[in-house]
């Protein structure tokens, strides 16, 4: 059975910061691109960053530009999403998924084309 758990959220002042991991089980994450969504209340859900398989693509949505960081580790079959410098307006429930249509990225995720969608964690950042 595939399961992808997220894990690292929690209440941070802004300015803070937090490492987000997206941990995959049954299902290898190498050989797909993964991308972080985030949901906040009452908004629709939105991509955040992605990262290809293995050629070093990467996307980052311009709110969040020059303060995320999405990087992999194979061996622990794990994506992270490292966020800096966090601002209220970041607070939302963040997701992590495979993409099963390309193992590249390429603009803005599309999330059609995402699966194995995990349940979440909650990142709150105060003022």
């Known amino acids: 059975q595939v399961q992808f758990v997220e894990s690292g959220g929690g209440l941070v002042q802004t300015g803070g910061s937090l490492r987000l991991s997206c941990a995959a089980s049954?299902?290898?994450?190498?050989?797909?691109?993964i991308g972080w969504f985030r949901q906040a209340p009452g908004k629709e859900r939105e991509g955040v960053s992605a990262?290809?398989?293995?050629?070093?693509?990467?996307y980052y949505a311009d709110a969040v530009k020059d303060r995320f960081t999405i990087s992999r580790d194979a061996a622990k079959n794990t994506v992270y999403l490292q966020m800096d410098r966090l601002k209220p307006e970041d607070t939302a429930v963040y997701h992590c998924?495979?993409?099963?249509?390309?193992?590249?990225?390429?603009?803005?995720?599309?999330?059609?084309?995402?699966?194995?969608w995990g349940q979440g964690t909650q990142v709150t950042v105060s003022s």
């Open positions: 998924a495979a993409n099963l249509m390309r193992s590249r990225v390429v603009g803005v995720p599309l999330q059609y084309e995402y699966a194995y």
């Open positions: 049954g299902f290898a994450l190498d050989g797909y691109a």
């Open positions: 990262i290809g398989s293995s050629d070093g693509s990467t």
